[in-house]
């Protein structure tokens, strides 16, 4: 009988062995399987060229050219859904140095039509902004005023206010 249990028992840790090592070996070659295609997703994303906003360093990085244009201090919002809308690539700097600081844009040198296509847009959206701002419109502040003069000039009943005791 103990010999039976003995036998019994080394059995089943040779069996549990077994199981924990083909675990463990599944694991490992599904972790090398993941880790190389992790590996390969970031060579594809370092390889291909970042698209949209960016940095002058990486603009000028991708080797294709690069023209700049200044553009006013209003409206870079703007600027920047629209130049998104076209698919440019672009990069914006900030010059502190003038008041109000201005902005330079700098762009692919091969996106001379998009860029022309963007700066249309943009100039049309800055030159309807200024028409709607020369318009003179008064402001809330001054309508406000002008509804309190005249509820302060109307002549107000006074309240009634009567007791009545109830029993």
């Known amino acids: 009988m103990q010999e039976e249990v003995s036998k019994k028992t080394v059995q089943f840790a040779v069996n549990g062995t077994k199981l924990t090592a083909k675990f463990l070996w599944k694991a490992l070659v599904a972790f090398k399987r993941h880790h190389d295609k992790k590996k390969v997703e970031r060579e594809v994303k370092k390889n291909t060229p970042k698209r949209g906003k960016q940095t002058v360093k990486q603009l000028v990085g ?3 050219g690069v023209s700049a244009m200044e553009i006013g201090d209003s409206g870079i919002s703007d600027f920047k859904r629209i130049a998104n809308k076209y698919g440019v690539d672009f990069a914006i700097t900030k010059d502190k140095t003038v008041d109000p600081p201005k902005y330079t844009v700098f762009f692919k040198a091969k996106d001379a039509d998009a860029i022309t296509a963007v700066l249309k847009e943009y100039a049309a959206k800055q030159t309807k902004r200024k028409k ?19 509820v302060a000039k109307t002549a107000r009943q006074p309240k009634e206010r009567r007791k009545e005791q109830e029993r």
Do not use: A
């Open 62 to 64: 991708q080797g294709q």
């Open 132 to 150: 709607s701002q020369q318009k003179e419109r008064p402001s809330i502040l001054q309508k406000l005023k002008k509804f309190k003069e005249l």
